[in-house]
């Protein structure tokens, strides 16, 4: 497919999907027919026809899409838009992953000069039936873009949502519907202490007490239950009154529910004209009032919530000029630290809703969480700090392992299957007394040893979108030669180094006239 001069791609039962377009036709004729000589629109062939209409009208789109790529660029066809891309303003093609509820979803995004991303419509891969067909026709545009373009990169870029090359968009949009829930949430919060606490200075209404300003006292009506239903799942528990006197029903709680039985003589006390306590000979139901301490918290969680996206847009920021492929630090560190903040202000806010502390204890409370807080987000800071393979390499002194001072067993993967780690066993690497082995666990059970004399380590570097999402963002990746086959190992840093400097040194015993590995980028 490489040495074609061109490609089409177009999409997969495309017989099926004529069908339902003209199924979707036909639909149409039926429902313009039944809604001028039958029912009108709300007869139920109407009905059916609209949605048969609807589905050939989807169908229709995704029949006519077509992407092809010759010795002029991309064309990309839909029902609504065209779009030309000369490989001169190409700079990449690479593979973007979304992400649906049980499966990933493989497309082509397309790097532009100007560095707009747009993606096509095909090649599409939604499973891994149809993931060689997908990486196939990848292959072919990328030859015809390495024939009469200039890319950017000689490896396939793939980008995933923990590589810095998605856009930031959700999380930036995320965080400020959040801070807005917070926003709303504090200023409800006067509201609803004022509310709470004309209930509980209320008294009941003098004899004399104008109707217009009833609303302000508490007064009693007398009423008999016709019959209590409690509410199952989400449906909310219901009083009836006999005869709607004096309202037809109220909501009250499932235990408020439970509680009253039909033909109980009952007691309404009104506030603000809303019934607030029911009042019978074995049970009282009065009306929950939602606390402002509660409400503060409900604010502070939002206003800690939004601090996850935030920290996630942050991130992103701070590795803008990384590779579009290379994963980003995880944002789980913020992570802890909001959730540290919260066990110590979500406590402050429910007691002090409304002004600040005021005790030397509350006080000290709020000084020592504050300096708490500063110091995991400086923590955070830290951690997620980007770090080169090269700054790894110059914090760590590799450690001769001579005979006789033990083993260590350092969490590493081999990422490709070998003839040392079958199936991807391999969890461990084992250094010290004997060869270096893979194991699968802290243990030199069904150890195998790595054939040091047929490898040469290359460069090390960060975790790409490539590598797969079960290598962990803090790793690095070095790249080896297995006797002309290239193979992948993942570790931490430190011990990456320290693995790596171990397999030269040992290939080096081996064979005393094999010179130092080429040079790390």
């Known amino acids: 497919m490489t040495d074609s001069p061109g490609m089409i791609c177009r999409p997969s039962r495309s017989r099926a999907l004529w069908f339902l377009v003209g199924l979707g036709a036909a639909g149409a004729a039926l429902a313009a027919v039944r809604a001028v000589y039958g029912g009108g629109l709300l007869d139920v062939w109407a009905a059916v026809g609209a949605l048969l209409a609807l589905l050939g009208l989807v169908c229709l789109y995704a029949a006519t899409v077509r992407v092809s790529a010759d010795s002029y660029g991309l064309r990309s066809r839909t029902l609504l838009r065209r779009r030309n891309m000369p490989w001169r303003d190409v700079a990449d093609l690479r593979a973007y992953v979304q992400y649906g509820r049980n499966q990933e979803i493989y497309r082509v995004s397309v790097l532009l000069r100007d560095g707009r991303t747009p993606r096509l419509p095909l090649p599409l891969s939604g ?9 196939a026709k990848l ?21 995933s949502y923990r590589t810095g090359g998605r856009g930031s968009t959700v999380s930036l949009v995320l965080c400020g519907l959040l801070l807005a829930g917070a926003v709303l949430a504090a200023l409800f919060v006067p509201v609803v202490e004022e509310e709470k606490a004309a209930w509980a200075a209320a008294t009941p209404c003098a004899a004399g007490t104008p109707a217009a300003e009833r609303g302000e006292c508490l007064t009693t009506r007398r009423a008999v239950i016709e019959r209590a239903e409690v509410g199952k799942a989400k449906r909310a528990s219901q009083l009836f009154f006999a005869d709607n006197r004096p309202l037809d029903h109220i909501e009250v709680s499932r ?3 439970r509680g009253f039985r039909a033909g109980d003589s009952v007691e309404l006390t009104l506030g603000r004209h809303q019934v607030r306590e029911v009042t019978g000979e074995h049970h009282v139901w ?16 939002c206003a800690l919530g939004a601090g996850c996206p935030g920290a996630r847009f942050l991130l992103r920021r701070r590795g803008r000029r990384l590779p579009d492929d290379e994963v980003l630090p995880s944002a789980l560190p913020f992570a802890a ?4 903040t919260a066990l110590w202000l979500l406590p402050l806010c429910y007691r002090h809703p409304t002004g600040l502390p005021s005790s030397p204890m509350e006080i000290a409370w709020a000084a020592s969480g504050t300096v708490v807080t500063l110091g995991l987000l400086t923590w955070a800071w830290r951690t997620t700090r980007v770090r080169t393979p090269q700054e790894a390499e110059g914090n760590t002194a590799a450690e001769e392992l001579a005979g006789g001072k033990g083993e260590v067993f350092l969490a590493a993967r081999f990422l490709e299957h070998t003839d040392y780690n079958p199936n991807g066993f391999g969890t461990h690497i084992v250094l010290g007394d004997g ?10 059970f069904a150890a195998r040893p790595i054939p040091v004399e047929r490898l040469t380590v290359g460069n090390l570097r960060r975790v790409r979108g490539s590598d797969g999402d079960t290598v962990p963002r803090s790793w690095h990746i070095a790249e080896i030669d297995d006797a002309g086959r290239p193979v992948r190992l993942a570790a931490a840093p430190a011990d ?3 693995i790596t400097a171990e397999l030269e040194r040992a290939r080096r015993r081996k064979d005393p006239a094999t010179g130092p590995g080429p040079s790390r980028s």
């Open 435 to 444: 060869p270096p082995s893979v194991t699968p666990g802290r243990g030199r």
């Open 139 to 159: 292959d072919a545009l990328r030859a015809l873009h390495r024939r009469h373009g200039d890319p950017e990169s000689d490896h396939l870029p793939v980008l």
């Open 127 to 135: 499973s891994s039936d149809d993931r060689p067909d997908f990486d």
């Open 496 to 498: 990456l180094v320290r």
């Open 337 to 340: 630290a909001l959730a540290g």
């Open 255 to 257: 235990e408020g529910a």
């Open 286 to 301: 009065r009306e929950h009032f939602t606390g402002a301490g509660e409400v503060a918290v409900i604010a502070a969680l």
